[in-house]
């Protein structure tokens, strides 16, 4: 079994940055791939990014390419989310994801076998 929990979400201005966090527990992070995806209100969920085990494979949902960037802490075994440049569309609840398939950096939901609980980004504008 993997557990993931997020941390760090918030109410922030447009503009602003903000760091997800999601401790991984039960597997290595380096066993296992890692993705972020996202659901605002009244919306279907959505992939934002994910990164393969060996961390060499990223994948970025073309919304966030260039103010997002999905990293670890291998010694923490732990997942980030680093949002740069955020805009109120980036209002969602983000969940961490986990998928056992390690050499994939997937943005396909339903490959994803592990889910956090999801921690809430508000975005004000």
């Known amino acids: 079994q993997v557990q993931l929990v997020e941390s760090g979400g918030g109410l922030v201005q447009a503009g602003d940055s903000l760091r997800l966090s999601c401790a991984v527990s039960?597997?290595?992070?380096?066993?296992?791939?890692t993705g972020w995806f996202r659901q605002a209100p009244g919306k279907e969920r959505e992939f934002v990014a994910a990164v393969n085990g060996r961390g060499q494979l990223t994948n970025y949902a073309d919304s966030v390419k260039g103010r997002f960037t999905i990293s670890r802490d291998l010694d923490k075994n732990t997942v980030y989310l680093q949002m740069s440049s955020l805009k109120p569309e980036d209002t969602a609840t983000y969940y961490c994801a986990a998928d056992r398939r390690s050499s994939y950096a997937s943005f396909r939901e339903g490959e994803y076998e592990y889910w956090g609980q999801g921690t809430q980004v508000t975005v004000s504008s």
């Open positions: 039960g597997r290595r992070v380096l066993s296992i791939a």
